[in-house]
């Protein structure tokens, strides 16, 4: 699980868990949805600060889930 964090909101992404839910692979992933190996690599590592609605529409699609299978917004419990 990787963590965003601005503020105090986080957003968790769980794209590790779901390819591994569905038996994919990083490179077969990248293959089907049309994104370079090291963008999704990224992604999955949490590397990243943005993601185009097209690549998480592609994502959705080859991984048959809906976005918040992928996306989790947690507010940081420590700022309220």
């Known amino acids: 699980m990787k963590h965003f964090k601005e503020a105090a909101v986080a957003i968790i992404l769980r794209l590790d868990r779901v390819m591994a839910d569905r038996k994919i692979s990083l490179n077969e992933l990248s293959e089907k949805v049309g994104v370079a190996n ?42 309220k």
């Not at 990224?42 to 690549?55: C, D, E, P, Y």
């Open 38 to 79: 090291v963008n999704l690599s990224k992604l999955k590592n949490g590397h990243v600060s943005a993601i185009r609605f097209s690549t998480l529409e592609a994502i959705c699609d080859v991984l048959d889930c809906q976005p918040g299978d992928i996306l989790e917004y947690k507010r940081d419990e420590e700022a």
